[in-house]
């Protein structure tokens, strides 16, 4: 089997749709190309997929946040999802991997991650990948 992690690009746009309908996040296909096209504009936004054999089977969106008081940046994975049909085959951990790589290279000290607790089998994928909990995550709805 090819592997290749890549730049997400307009064509996958119905793969990234099918992908975030498995995280529960369903959108129509007509605004993903938009965020795509948003998202590879954006100077501290990465949008990955990973490939298999020619089918997109992730996707991953990291975001690159500069600090105010430390220096470099932070990155945070904001979207993360393999194929529910190619899990447990180490694709999640490769691109994690990747991400990884990305986020030293452009002075990150950290990686973070947001991850509901319902995702029990994502919470044990971020604890084999290193990650730790870090308590008390507050948000304030804008919608």
């Known amino acids: 089997m090819t592997t290749a ?3 997400a690009c307009q064509s996958d746009a119905v793969a990234i749709a ?3 309908e498995q995280l529960g996040y369903p959108c129509e296909e007509s605004a993903l190309r938009a965020r795509i096209s948003q998202l590879g504009a954006h100077p501290d936004e990465v949008l990955l997929v990973t490939e298999q054999d020619g089918a997109v089977c992730a996707v991953l969106s990291l975001h690159f946040i500069p600090q105010l008081a430390l220096d470099g940046a932070f990155a945070r994975i904001s979207y993360f999802c393999v194929d529910e049909t190619a899990q447990s085959r180490g694709l999640g951990a490769e691109l994690e991997r990747h991400v990884e ?3 030293r290279e452009r002075g990150c000290d950290r990686i973070e991650v947001h991850c509901h607790s319902r995702r029990e ?3 044990r994928f971020y604890a084999r990948q ?3 909990e870090s308590p008390k995550y507050l948000m ?3 919608v």
């Open 121 to 123: 089998r994502a919470h």
């Open 130 to 132: 290193g990650y730790e």
């Open 101 to 103: 790589r990305l986020a």
């Open 140 to 142: 304030k709805r804008l």
């Open 18 to 20: 099918r992908l975030l």
């Open 5 to 7: 992690i890549r730049a």
